[in-house]
């Protein structure tokens, strides 16, 4: 793994969003980030994008469940779901600048209908999404509507099931 | 690619794109062969009179 203060172009996935009322997840597209490693925690890595007095200004916290390099180690879920109702905590990517630094990665609630499960994702069908505590975000607002969410099990920290 | 700016600022990413007056640098993007511009969602544009003339670093 890399050390503070590497500089380092990383890869990551993400939740993803569907705006089509019929869902075509092919899997998650990769992401780059490029930048200083400035914090390295169980949960996180934080990436600076620019720094000043060695200070970061403006980057991401990425859960490291989101990283592709740690797919394979992270934790995955199992659970028995079949319809109803779910509830799903999970880590965001969370950007942040004019050196607002969080303390930590988002929490994001998801509630909706169990659609599927694949390999790399839970699927949810008409979701409403909420963020939990301190927003620091570039978790985009979505005024279209949105169909489905599909969330990579490993940044998944929770489910509840309510049937 | 690491740029120190003359106001001691250090930025990293991607070169995206170069000019006579500026340079693009993307952080954060969709791997997209070529990267698409509408797959950049974090990016500075850096003036090049305050790009000190040194290269920091190479990723």
């Known amino acids: ?163 | 690619m690491a740029i120190l700016t003359r106001d001691n600022t250090i930025f990293y990413g991607l070169i995206y794109k170069i000019s006579d007056k500026s340079l693009v640098l993307a952080h954060n993007f969709t791997e997209t062969k070529p990267i698409d511009s509408s797959e950049i969602k974090s990016e500075d544009i850096i003036k090049t009179k305050k790009i000190k003339p040194k290269e920091l670093n190479s990723l």
Not at chain 1, 17 to 46: C, L, Q, S, W
Not at chain 1, 124 to 137: L, Q
Request: glycine share 6%.
């Open chain 1, 1 to 163: 793994m890399v050390s503070i203060n590497s500089i380092i172009a990383v890869r990551y996935i993400d939740a993803l969003y569907f705006t089509n009322k019929n869902i075509d997840f092919g899997g998650f597209p990769e992401h780059v980030t490029m930048g200083r490693i400035f914090k390295k925690e169980e949960d996180y890595i934080g990436v600076s994008f620019s720094d000043k007095n060695s200070f970061p200004q403006k980057g991401l916290l990425l859960p490291t469940g989101s990283l592709i390099l740690d797919a394979k180690k992270s934790k995955k879920f199992t659970p028995e779901i079949k319809t109803g109702i779910v509830g799903v905590f999970w880590k965001d990517i969370t950007y942040f600048d004019n050196d607002k630094l969080p303390k930590d990665c988002t929490t994001i609630y998801t509630e909706g209908e169990f659609f599927s499960t694949q390999k790399e994702a839970l699927i949810i069908k008409n979701p409403k999404t909420i963020k939990i505590g301190e927003i620091v975000s570039g978790h985009p607002e979505k005024r279209k509507k949105i169909y489905f969410c599909a969330i990579p099990w490993s940044i998944i920290t929770s489910i509840e099931n309510y049937d």
